[in-house]
């Protein structure tokens, strides 16, 4: 299935404090992402950047971003080559650097997803799948950073394993 896939979102600032933006401090970086017939996602700056910690802001919109690429690439990998996952929960970080002007730039992500498996002689191939799924990632191809990838197999029913 080839085709080009177009994604309109509507972002809009609510942060008007009466003042505009007269002054750094004299706006809120309160913002509303929409989309038809979804929920409204509340978002903001990143707490360092004068924006609300309560809210979405674009850092972790994107490291959720590669997160959940990659969780569902991995899923259909899995499917082609036999895998039963029965359970998948990652705990992804990123690293983002101020370049001292006003900028920066993110220098890695990390996903550490932590992927059940129905049965033992699945342990190779599940950790395989994850090479694949990066390959298939969509978030994971437009980015020019390294997206690493730390993950951890387990057996249904078994004791937690370690690293994979």
Request: proline share 5%; net charge negative.
């Given at each position: 299935m080839f085709g080009e896939h177009r994604y309109s979102v509507r972002s809009v600032w609510t942060g008007n404090r009466g003042s505009g933006t007269t002054g750094y401090r004299d706006y809120d970086r309160a913002v509303l992402i929409q989309i038809d017939g979804k929920p409204d996602l509340l978002a903001s700056a990143d707490k360092?950047?004068?924006g609300d910690a309560a809210r979405w802001n674009p850092e972790d919109l994107l490291v959720a971003a590669?997160?959940?690429?990659?969780?569902?690439s991995y899923l259909h990998a899995?499917?082609?080559?036999?895998?039963?996952?029965?359970g998948y929960e990652d705990d992804a970080s990123g690293l983002m650097v101020e370049d001292g002007r006003g900028a920066g730039a993110f220098r890695e992500v990390v996903l550490r997803p932590r992927v059940t498996v129905a049965e033992e002689s699945m342990r190779?191939?599940?950790i395989a799948a994850h090479e694949q799924a990066h390959a298939w990632c969509f978030i994971a191809n437009s980015v020019n950073f390294p997206v690493r990838h730390e993950p951890v197999i387990v057996i249904s029913g078994a004791r937690e394993g370690g690293p994979a």
């Open positions: 360092p950047f004068r590669l997160s959940e690429c990659h969780l569902l899995c499917v082609q080559a036999g895998i039963v996952v029965t190779d191939a599940a």
